[in-house]
């Protein structure tokens, strides 16, 4: 199983910041997913990363808001632009396991709170 | 278009008796069928999968899960309930040949001493 570490773990954030989560898997994999938990809600993907392409979003998840880097088959960056409330929620990466894509391995969480 | 319907928000079981949360779906093609679990500030933690095979799957913990095609349901059971099973469950499915995988809103389970 893939051991996937994110930072922060949790952060609270002033209305019009941005924040950046990182994400790091302790191998290689091709693809990575970032998801939203919004409180008491299921999990939302925004996005696909893979390494040496652009992010594919989800329908209602812009580039501008949630911009993604992808710069090597271990890491990955997701970014949280011009905070509202709205946007606190847990936010979550994941990975497949292996060349089999069946389940997925997921991240501890990064909790934002926006004030 | 996938879509996963957990009916219910919360099961309540006492401690040693059985569970099930239930799980229906829809999927074009073969599904690939799968259940997570939530514990209080912590990830999800894959229970277990059905992609072929036999209808009943055994995973983690003690679960299991059995698919019925007819009613487009995959259930998650355990024989006997503990008090750590308590957490967040949720159902996930995945069309074959898609790479997008939609997941259930979750259903609360409190398991009572």
């Known amino acids: 199983s893939a051991v996937i570490s994110q930072k922060p773990s949790r952060d609270i954030c002033q209305r019009g910041t941005s924040l950046t989560i990182q994400c790091q898997v302790d191998s290689q994999v091709t693809m990575m997913f970032w998801y939203r938990q919004q409180p008491g809600q299921s999990l939302t993907l925004i996005a696909t990363a893979n390494q040496g392409s652009e992010a594919t979003y989800e329908s209602g998840f812009v580039i501008d808001k949630f911009p993604i880097s992808r710069p090597n088959l271990t890491f990955s960056t997701l970014t949280v632009s011009n905070l509202s409330p709205e946007d606190s929620s847990i936010y979550l990466c994941?990975?497949?396991?292996?060349?089999?894509?069946?389940?997925?391995?997921f991240g501890p969480g990064t909790r934002l709170t926006v004030l | 278009a996938q879509s996963v319907a957990q009916p219910e928000d919360q099961v309540n079981v006492a401690e040693g008796n059985p569970l099930t949360v239930k799980c229906t779906y829809s999927v074009s093609g073969n599904p690939y069928l799968f259940w997570y679990v939530q514990y209080p500030n912590r990830g999800l933690q894959f229970l277990l999968k059905?992609?072929?095979?036999?209808?009943l799957v055994k995973g983690s913990y003690g679960f299991e899960a059995e698919f019925n095609k007819s009613q487009t349901s995959f259930h998650l059971k355990k024989p006997s309930a503990l008090v750590s099973d308590s957490a967040l469950y949720f159902c996930?499915?995945?069309?074959?040949?898609?790479?997008?995988?939609?997941f259930g809103a979750g259903t609360r389970l409190f398991v009572k001493a």
């Open positions: 994941s990975v497949p396991p292996g060349q089999a894509y069946n389940e997925q391995f």
């Open positions: 059905y992609i072929t095979g036999d209808n």
């Open positions: 996930a499915v995945r069309g074959d040949g898609g790479f997008k995988t939609i």
